[in-house]
Nanobody, 125 residues
Framework: QVHLVESGGGSVQAGGSLRLSCAASGRTLSSYVMGWFRQAPGTEREFVAEMSWSGSNTYYTDSVKGRFTISRDNAKNTVYLQMNSLKPEDTAVYYC??????????????????WGQGTQVIVSS
């Protein structure tokens, strides 16, 4: 079983940047679709970004396109989410998760299995 730990969250002013990390242990991530999701208070967890197992395909929710970038370093068994031009509406707890193996298409949230504990991002105006 894979164990995921997110880090890199914090408080930042609007327009600032953060880079979230998702480090894995127990299993290598290189064969898995990886995703980032977020949940603001009183809302459902929502999709933010995902990357196919090979890294050839990436998907983003419309509200973060052009601002967020998902990437992976298989040597470090870590996935990243670079977040630029942050807005107050990006405030949420951010989670990483593993999806199916060896898949290149878009994967809906209900197909992601292992989740980290989350890292809080607060963006002030």
């Amino acid at each position: 079983q894979v164990h995921l730990v997110e880090s890199g969250g914090g408080s930042v002013q609007a327009g600032g940047s953060l880079r979230l990390s998702c480090a894995a242990s127990g299993r290598t991530l290189s064969s898995y679709v990886m995703g980032w999701f977020r949940q603001a208070p009183g809302t459902e967890r929502e999709f933010v970004a995902e990357m196919s197992w090979s890294g050839s395909n990436t998907y983003y929710t419309d509200s973060v396109k052009g601002r967020f970038t998902i990437s992976r370093d298989n040597a470090k068994n870590t996935v990243y989410l670079q977040m630029n031009s942050l807005k107050p509406e990006d405030t949420a707890v951010y989670y990483c998760a593993t999806g199916p193996q060896y898949y290149t298409g878009y994967v809906p949230i209900d197909r992601f299995g292992s989740w980290g504990q989350g890292t809080q991002v607060i963006v002030s105006s």
